[in-house]
T-cell receptor
Framework: GGIITQTPKFLIGQEGQKLTLKCQQN?????MYWYRQDSGKGLRLIYY???????QKGDLSEGYDASREKKSSFSLTVTSAQKNEMAVFLC???????????FGPGTRLLVL | GQQVQQSPTSLVLQEGENAELQCNFS?????MQWFYQRPGGSLISVFY???GTKQSGRLTSTTVIKERRSSLHISSSQITDSGTYLC??????????FGDGTVLTVKP
């Protein structure tokens, strides 16, 4: 078995601030993902990475940057937080692009 | 329009009743998954079910590719089944597209 860790658990930011979210997995999975989930909605893909140093844009990449520094970690940066923004950011990993995805507990973002 | 549509949006049951959740998709797919999300919790894959019927305990998933639909049946619901059930499809891109989920509340 393995685990996905996301830090921080809660993130409160100011409008215009650059905010970074981190994700670590010890499954030794090749592919990692960042999703955004708004209240009452499904997940939307922001970025994904199929291997170390690879980056692929999802449907919601505008306003975000990502970095796959090493196989086990994938970070997401909100380049300029929007006022009243509230969402949960979920990280996931899978062995390959079409295998079952395993999810972390999420980072809850609130922008004041 | 939305590629993945789930119904109902929410469902309230008495403990012991059965639940039927639907997922309809507007495109051909390579695979689909059902996920369970406890309030404030992470997603757990319940079924990876490209086609046919799969059962795990009280949960049964049936996917009919030709009709572009999948269902999740929960028999004898328990309070601990409460949460959000999400279906997601992969259209052979390696990326999952999610529905908005069904929020299930099971009351004692």
């Amino acid at each position: 078995g393995g685990i996905i860790t996301q830090t921080p658990k809660f993130l409160i930011g100011q409008e215009g601030q650059k905010l970074t979210l981190k994700c670590q997995q010890n499954f030794n999975h090749d592919t990692m993902y960042w999703y955004r989930q708004d209240s009452g909605k499904g997940l939307r893909l922001i970025y994904y990475s199929i291997t170390e140093n690879d980056l692929q844009k999802g449907d919601l990449s505008e306003g975000y940057d990502a970095s796959r520094e090493k196989k086990s970690s994938f970070s997401l940066t909100v380049t300029s937080a929007q006022k009243n923004e509230m969402a949960v950011f979920l990280c996931a990993s899978s062995e390959g692009g079409q295998d079952t995805q395993y999810f972390g507990p999420g980072t809850r973002l609130l922008v004041l | 329009g939305q590629q993945v549509q789930q119904s109902p949006t929410s469902l309230v049951l008495q403990e012991g009743e059965n639940a039927e959740l639907q997922c309809n998709f507007s495109t051909s797919l390579n695979s689909m998954q059902w996920f369970y999300q406890r309030p404030g919790g992470s997603l757990i894959s319940v079924f990876y079910n490209p086609s046919g019927t799969k059962q795990s305990g009280r949960l049964t998933s049936t996917t009919v590719i030709k009709e572009r639909r999948s269902s999740l049946h929960i028999s004898s619901s328990q309070i601990t089944d409460s949460g959000t059930y999400l279906c997601a499809i992969d259209t052979n891109t390696g990326k999952l597209t999610f529905g908005d989920g069904t929020v299930l509340t099971v009351k004692p």
